[in-house]
């Protein structure tokens, strides 16, 4: 399968990720990595924009700039709520099922935002991994309303 890594920062982002960032093959989280072309960039960073990030959440302002409008207490609510009502369905016979209750509430509360995009947070390139989208919201909780968020760096990958 396929997904998107998006690099972002609260300051604007000199260094780019790019396909040779992050440890790929055996061993790693990433079969391997592959550069979008800057054709395709829009339509990713829309996929962001309309998909993954929480609705009316951010406003984009141009290609690489994103806006925070606020609502991170109210998402934070909703993925609460999310999470009672998955933990809440748990019992002895599906707590050790493959694929079952348990591991829904897992992934509820390892990626809130429920996508395969993974998120590096950085505007420099010394980092080797890219995290999950519950780092991702960790991270917008300690914005203000108005703080800019940038986009550097997007990197296909394959796992």
């Not at 061993?27 to 924009?49: F, H, N, P, Q, W």
Request: charged letters at 25%; hydrophobic letters at 40%.
């Amino acid at each position: 399968m396929h997904a998107w890594i998006y690099q972002i920062s609260d300051a604007p982002i000199k260094e780019a990720i790019n396909e040779d960032t992050l440890y790929q093959g055996d061993g790693t989280d990433y079969d391997y990595c592959a550069a979008i072309m800057e054709e395709g960039r829009k339509s990713v960073i829309e996929a962001l924009k309309d998909y993954i990030l929480p609705s009316g959440m951010f406003q984009q302002i141009d290609d690489t700039t994103f806006e925070y409008q606020g609502g991170i207490v109210e998402w934070k609510a909703q993925w609460v709520e999310r999470i009672q009502d998955l933990a809440s369905q748990l019992n002895i016979e599906n707590i050790l099922k493959f694929v079952g209750h348990s591991y829904k509430l897992e992934r509820a509360l390892k990626n809130p935002l429920d996508t395969a995009s993974q998120f590096y947070l950085s505007g420099e390139t010394d980092q080797t991994y890219a995290e999950e989208s519950v780092e991702l919201m960790r991270w917008i909780e300690d914005l203000e309303v108005g703080s800019k968020i940038y986009l550097g760096g997007i990197i296909d990958f394959h796992f």
